[in-house]
C-alpha cells in the first residue's frame, strides 16, 4: 500500500514535471513554423529571413547623424549609402522589428516577461554579461565580414540550397562545437 | 505568381508591412520554441538540449520543400528569389568569427532580440556587442577589404556542384537531418538536462 502510494505520489510529480518541460512548444513544430515563415518571406518578398544586415542600417544611420562630415570620406559609408539611400527604411528593419513584438507576445503568453540575467549557476551575473559583450562584438562582426548571420546566410542560405549557405553553417557550428570545451564553466 | 514585390503585385510600402508581420510571425516562433534562453541555446554544443538542433534543420528542410513544392505548382519562380552569393575566404572567417562569438554569448543576433524582447539583460548587453562589432567592421573596412571581396563563386547552389537535381539534394539533406535529429535524442537521454 505504502509502495503504491509512493508510486502515485512520483507519478503526480513526473507530470507536474511533464506540465513544466512542455512550456515551450514541439522543437520539431516550431522548426515547421519557422520554415513556413522563411517561405512566406520568400514567396511576398523574394528573401530570406535575416538580422544582422538591420543592426547595420542602424549602425550606419547613427554614425551618419553623429558624424556628417566624417562618413562624407569613408568609403564603406559611401558605398553603402549609394545602394541604400535611405538606411532605415530598409526590409530587415521592419522584420526586425517585428521581431522585437512577436518574441514579446509569445512571452507575454506564456508568462515568460521578466528582467534578468540568465546564467549558470555556477558563474555570476557579472561573467555572463561580460562573455555576451564578448560574444556580441564578435558575432556583430563576424556577421558583416560573412555576408550574414545564422538566419540570413545560414538558414535562408541553405533554404534556397546556396553553397554559401551551407559553409556559412557549417563554419559557424564547427566552431562553436570545437570551442565548446574550452567555454564549459559558463554553461554545465 | 510569386514573389510578390519582385512581380509588381504589393507596393513597396505593402512590402515593408508584410516585411514586418513576418518578423512578428519569426519572433513569436523563436520565443515560442526557446530560443529566448542562453542556456537552452548554448545546450546544443553540450548534448544536454539540442532545441537548436532540430529547429534549424527542421526549418531548413521545410522551407528547401515548400520552396522546391511551389516552384513545382508554378506558385513561385525560383529564378527571382535571392540566393546568397558565395564569397568562400569571408564565409569562413566570418563563419568562425560568429561560431567564437555564440559559444561564448550563448546568442545569434535573431534569437538575442527575440531574448531582449522578454527582458533579457544578457540579450540586450550582447546586442550592445553587436552594434559594436558592425561598428569594428565598418570603420576598419578599408582593412579587411580585400579579404571580404576574397575568393567570389557568383552564386552557386551546392546541387550544381555535385551535379545533381534540386530534389536530390533535399531529399539527401532531410535524410542527414532526420540522421542528426537521432543523435539530438540520444545526447538529450544521455546528458542531464536541468530546468531554466
Avoid at chain 1, 42 to 70: N, Q
Avoid at chain 2, 18 to 42: D, N, P, T, Y
Wanted: hydrophobic share 50%.
Amino acid at each position: 500500500m505504502q509502495d503504491r502510494l509512493h508510486d502515485i505520489f512520483i507519478n503526480k510529480n513526473n507530470n507536474m514535471n511533464d506540465i513544466k518541460k512542455t512550456k515551450y512548444i514541439n522543437p520539431y513544430l516550431g522548426g515547421v513554423l519557422l520554415g513556413l515563415v522563411l517561405i512566406v518571406a520568400y514567396y511576398v518578398s523574394g528573401r530570406g529571413l535575416g538580422a544582422s544586415g538591420a543592426i547595420k542600417s542602424t549602425t550606419v544611420t547613427i554614425v551618419d547623424k553623429l558624424a556628417p562630415e566624417y562618413t562624407q570620406k569613408a568609403v564603406f559609408y559611401q558605398d553603402f549609402k549609394k545602394t541604400h539611400p535611405q538606411p532605415m527604411k530598409n526590409w530587415l528593419v521592419f522584420e526586425m522589428l517585428g521581431v522585437l513584438v512577436g518574441g514579446l507576445i509569445s512571452g507575454a503568453i506564456a508568462g515568460r516577461l521578466k528582467f534578468k540575467v540568465e546564467h549558470s549557476p555556477k558563474i555570476t551575473s557579472k561573467r555572463r554579461l561580460i562573455f555576451a559583450l564578448m560574444g556580441g562584438i564578435l558575432f556583430g562582426y563576424g556577421s558583416q565580414l560573412g555576408r550574414g548571420c545564422t538566419s540570413g546566410s545560414a538558414l535562408s542560405g541553405m533554404a534556397v540550397l546556396s553553397l554559401g549557405g551551407f559553409l556559412s553553417m557549417a563554419a559557424i557550428f564547427g566552431t562553436a562545437f570545437a570551442l565548446a570545451y574550452f567555454f564549459r564553466k559558463n554553461w554545465i | 505568381m510569386g514573389p510578390l514585390i519582385v512581380n509588381d503585385i504589393i507596393s513597396q510600402n505593402t512590402n515593408f508591412l508584410l516585411a514586418f508581420l513576418i518578423g512578428v510571425g519569426f519572433g513569436f516562433v523563436l520565443e515560442a520554441s526557446g530560443f529566448s534562453s542562453s542556456r537552452k541555446l548554448a545546450g546544443v554544443f553540450y548534448g544536454y538540449d539540442t532545441v537548436v538542433l532540430k529547429v534549424f534543420f527542421t526549418a531548413a528542410i521545410t522551407g528547401m520543400l515548400g520552396l522546391l513544392f511551389m516552384s513545382l505548382f508554378g506558385w513561385i519562380d525560383l529564378n527571382f528569389i535571392y540566393v546568397n552569393p558565395t564569397y568562400v575566404t569571408s564565409t569562413l572567417v566570418g563563419g568562425v568569427i560568429m561560431g567564437a562569438g555564440f559559444i561564448m554569448g550563448g546568442f545569434c543576433p535573431g534569437t538575442s532580440f527575440c531574448a531582449a524582447s522578454i527582458g533579457k539583460i544578457d540579450a540586450m548587453v550582447f546586442i550592445g556587442g553587436l552594434f559594436i562589432g558592425v561598428l569594428i567592421f565598418t570603420e576598419g573596412y578599408p582593412f579587411w577589404e580585400t579579404m571580404f571581396n576574397a575568393n567570389y563563386l557568383g552564386s552557386p547552389k551546392l546541387n550544381e556542384i555535385f551535379g545533381w537535381s534540386q530534389g536530390f539534394l533535399t531529399f539527401i539533406i532531410i535524410l542527414v537531418a532526420l540522421a542528426m535529429f537521432w543523435v539530438g535524442e540520444w545526447a538529450e537521454k544521455k546528458f542531464p538536462q536541468e530546468e531554466y
